[in-house]
């Protein structure tokens, strides 16, 4: 049995050489390159179309969390959601900066602010209908925003920002614990067509945790917590046909829906299908041979799919789109010797990230980093406080740094990173060739994602007693502003005994302090401002080493009309206005 | 497989010299259970041809610093500028194969691939070789123990074999590779990370060989040569390992040569769950893991630790065929 078993193993290594080899002569045979050019969907709308009609058919890799808009934490859930659920306000569906933009959905108009940024209201526009031809009212707005984010014994994906921001959010218990007929107090709904919002703090970003999925309304009649994901209410364009848990769904034309109430949506195609569990290659090929019109992650092709369409004639119908992540290294500010500022600049200053960059797939994969916030973020600003010819390095500035921090000849240091993510793994692997040269010999521990945050990285305590320096990190907003990206990562109160996002423990007064004048600041473009000054002071702390934008390498097939990258939904495309000519 | 009573050479040479005259002395020598099995082996060309390979990659497994010294290969040098990042391979055909870099270089990093093709095979072999020990070292002892005295002996024992077989190896695998830390027995960085590999996969694939040891030794103990050394009052230790054990090495260092592939190919797959070597050390399965993804687009890197495992798994195979068919020519 053993010997079957051993030469079962000889057969298939052979097996895969041989596969390999003949497989890797194969060109393909397409003659693309008819839907635009290179990238042509960042800045505009390739194939624009006005034409009803058609079938968008999307395939994804793996199931979603949930399809329920008050139950996921999916950007591409997000995205793909407005399909069937209009919430108070989205992103534009347009292309470029554009879509950076906070509009009105549901709501008529973007919340009215009190001017400490503690009261936010809104109101209906008239006329909206669910499926079932009930009108939309603010109630059923406050009762989704109640299920999603109160009721975690049923829907525990989605994020819970209403619950910290809200008012007596820490006391209420949902809906489905809670019976009064009041609800949460801190929502107030005045009339059907009037929702108020009223916060313990100034948040001047409300308008954007108003685009969550979250703000859908829900009908508390039909409402089954956990299951409502079987028989979801629509109130935009499309309702659901079929469901299939862990399959797939089908969609059709709401007859409720009217467009005269929805300036954002055109909802061309008459049907839109998604189905789950595809293998990310077959979901490739699909679009190479206009199969399906999209990849609904979003997160671009597999790592065998990109060499093959770069070098190929469907070139044209690729974008490298900002992902909206920028992966970085923390440096730990309680693990010697990253304590001294000089150390920490040893490695801004020595690292080549160039290499790196190469290393994870080159400029179709990312751009070199040099600021925190990446370039799809509102606030972002371009600067490099440790600037070196193309990204190399300075090996001569570094060891300047090495000597002020007491280490002329280096030292001895851990790198983690996440061994289920090859990307990561390859960018500790060069991080490690290029710190060597400059005498600071990085040993990599690798730990699965799963628990990378749990048990390992996001530990301080664990990080502590096994000395774990620099930590490899890539963090993306779940809203486009500095805010939404940085609270999480670099102020002080986000570090946790376990599973926090902050890696540095970076808790510096200045920063925490920037961060909360900033968000209660109502003047929008001084509130966006102050995001790229509060990056430049992390940098100065020299705590985070940015080493890459995340790119996403996406793919669209011929059919597909209407395509644009939306830069608020993580760099994939607009799901609102992608249509199909089949 | 009975103790044949031995002719030794003492008792050959005592033959008159005058019948003997004409035949060479040797051919009437009485010859060992070895000494046959060494001459049925040398017959067999195909599994020389494995004892030979099998040599050469131990030899190049233990002298693979030196050798990387005298040709002055450096494993983990990168050369970026030979590989095209947007296409994840390296520049030209076939891997990048050229005068300096003979197999080629590997495509994320540029690094030379037969410098870590020599570099990565101690690893792989010290980790297969250690862990196929251990379990054989495991397996042998508690399968002679629970063969030879049955009863609740063997029922303990064959009950712990059974959960050892239904113990989910990976996640174990997983979590102690990340719970053992620098420090542990002394032992930091590449040299716990190997022994981590060669306990894991030793300490759990043991009750294989435990199974083979406890049948054949069920059968053993019944026979005559065994009731004549208990009849003559042998006590247990003794004849657990001077009747029962030399009977035993036929299979044992058939399994041994069997199981070695097997546990490279191990190696590889936890390299594959990333609690394998660390980078930046080569070692073949990693080498192999990392090439999966990309083996559109650069083969060549897939190819050449491929054909590497292949050669030394179809090595130890042929030699351990060779092995079986030399001890035990009735097994054929």
């Not at chain 1, 179309?49 to 949930?66: A, M």
């Not at chain 2, 494995?50 to 233990?62: E, M, N, P, Y």
């Not at chain 2, 980078?279 to 090439?291: D, I, K, R, T």
Request: glycine residues 10%.
């Amino acid at each position: 049995m053993k010997t079957r078993r051993v030469t079962a193993g000889v057969a298939s290594v052979l097996a895969l050489s041989l596969g390999a080899a003949a497989c890797g002569g194969g060109g393909d045979d397409n003659d693309g390159g008819g839907s635009g050019k290179k990238d042509a969907a960042l800045n505009s709308i390739v194939n624009a179309s006005s034409k009803k009609g058609g079938t968008v058919s999307y395939e994804h890799s793996d199931v979603p969390d949930s399809l329920d808009p008050g139950n996921t934490y999916y950007g591409w859930v997000q995205n793909f959601s407005r399909l069937y659920g209009r919430t108070l306000t989205t992103f534009k569906p347009a292309a470029g900066k554009d879509g950076l933009t906070v509009v009105p959905d549901l709501a008529e108009s973007l919340g009215k602010s009190s001017p400490d940024a503690k009261t936010w209201t809104y109101k209906l526009r008239a006329g909206v209908k669910f499926q079932d031809g009930k009108p939309v009212t603010s109630k059923d707005v406050k009762y989704a925003v109640e299920r999603s984010n109160f009721a975690p014994e049923a829907l525990s994906n989605g994020p819970t920002y209403f619950k910290s921001y809200l008012e007596g959010g820490d006391k209420y218990k949902g809906p489905y614990k809670d019976k009064s007929a009041d609800g949460i107090k801190s929502i107030e709904t005045p009339d059907d067509r009037t929702i108020v919002f009223k916060l313990k703090q100034p948040f001047a970003d409300f308008d954007y945790l108003a685009t969550f999925s979250q703000t859908a309304p829900v009908p508390q009649a039909k409402d089954d917590g956990a299951k409502y994901v079987q028989h979801i209410v629509s109130s935009g364009p499309y309702q659901f046909q079929s469901y299939e848990e862990g399959r797939g769904a089908t969609l059709v034309r709401n007859p409720q829906w009217d467009p005269k109430t929805d300036p954002n949506r055109k909802a061309l195609p008459d049907k839109v299908t998604i189905k789950f569990k595809v293998n990310q290659v077959t979901i490739d090929n699909d679009l190479l041979s206009d199969k399906i019109t999209g990849d609904a992650a979003g997160t671009g092709v597999a790592p065998q799919t990109q060499p093959k369409v770069l070098a190929g004639k469907n070139a044209g119908q690729t974008d490298s789109s900002y992902a909206g992540a920028t992966q970085y290294i923390a440096l730990n500010l309680k693990v010697a010797p990253f304590d001294n500022i000089h150390c920490r600049k040893a490695v801004q200053w020595g690292l080549d990230k160039q290499s790196v960059l190469d290393a994870m797939g080159g400029t179709p994969k990312g751009d070199v980093a040099t600021t925190l916030l990446p370039p799809s973020v509102n606030g972002y600003t371009k600067f490099d406080t440790y600037a070196t010819e193309g990204n190399k390095g300075n090996a001569a500035k570094a060891k300047a740094e090495l000597k002020e921090c007491g280490k002329p000849n280096g030292f001895k240091t851990i790198l983690t990173a996440r061994s289920d993510r090859p990307a990561e793994v390859a960018q500790a692997t060069a991080v490690q060739a290029s710190l060597k040269k400059i005498g600071i010999n990085v040993e990599i521990k690798q730990f699965p994602a799963g628990k990378y945050f749990s048990n390992f990285a996001g530990v301080p305590s664990y990080v502590h007693a096994n000395k774990l320096g620099m930590l490899s990190m890539a963090w993306g907003a779940d809203w486009p502003t500095g805010y939404g990206f940085l609270d999480q990562v670099v102020n002080g109160a986000a570090i946790k005994p376990s599973g926090g996002n902050n890696l540095m423990e970076l808790d510096d007064p200045k920063i925490n302090k920037a961060l909360t004048d900033a968000i209660a600041n109502t003047d929008d473009a001084a509130r966006t401002k102050a995001w790229g000054e509060i990056d430049k002071m992390v940098l100065d702390n020299a705590s985070v080493v940015p080493v890459v934008y995340r790119k996403n390498l996406l793919l669209r097939p011929k059919s597909a009309t209407n395509v644009t990258v939306t830069q608020a939904y993580l760099g994939m495309y607009d799901y609102l206005l992608m249509g199909s000519s089949k | 497989m009975t103790a044949p009573i031995e002719t030794t050479g003492a008792e050959a040479g005592a033959q008159p010299e005058a019948v003997l005259s004409g035949v060479k002395k040797s051919q009437i020598e009485g010859r060992s259970l070895t000494q046959i099995a060494w001459m049925r082996f040398k017959r067999d060309k195909v599994a020389m041809a494995g004892g030979v390979v099998v040599i050469l990659l131990t030899l190049l497994a233990v002298f693979s610093k030196p050798i990387q010294w005298i040709f002055n290969l450096d494993p983990n040098k990168f050369n970026q500028d030979l590989i095209d990042p947007a296409l994840l391979a390296p520049k030209g055909g076939w891997g990048g194969m050229s005068w300096d870099h003979p197999l080629g270089v590997d495509p994320q990093y540029g690094r030379d691939m037969l410098a870590r093709i020599i570099d990565g095979s101690w690893v792989s072999l010290l980790v297969a070789g250690g862990a196929t020990l251990l379990s054989v070292c495991i397996g042998t002892v508690l399968g002679v123990v629970a063969g030879y005295y049955g009863g609740w002996v063997d029922s303990i024992i064959s009950k712990l074999m059974d959960t050892f077989l239904a113990f989910p190896l990976l996640l174990f695998a997983i979590s102690i590779s990340a719970s053992v830390q620098d420090g542990f027995f002394g032992l930091d960085g590449l040299s716990l990370r190997i022994c981590v590999l060669i306990f894991v996969i030793g300490f759990f694939s043991w009750p294989y060989i435990g199974r083979i040891v406890r049948a054949q030794t069920m059968t053993l103990r019944k026979r005559e040569f065994i009731e004549a050394a208990t009849s003559l009052g042998a006590r247990g230790p003794y004849v657990l390992f001077r009747e029962l054990l030399p009977n035993l090495v036929a299979p044992i260092l058939v399994y041994s040569t069997l199981i070695i592939p097997t546990n490279i190919l191990f190696e590889a797959a936890l390299s594959f769950l990333g609690v394998g070597i660390a980078p930046p050390q080569a070692s073949w399965g990693g080498m192999l893991s990392n090439a999966v993804d990309l083996y559109t687009a650069d083969p060549q890197y897939m190819f050449v630790p491929g054909l590497a495992i292949f050669i030394t798994v179809l090595a130890f195979n042929l030699l351990g065929d060779g092995l079986r068919d030399a001890l035990d020519p009735r097994s054929k």
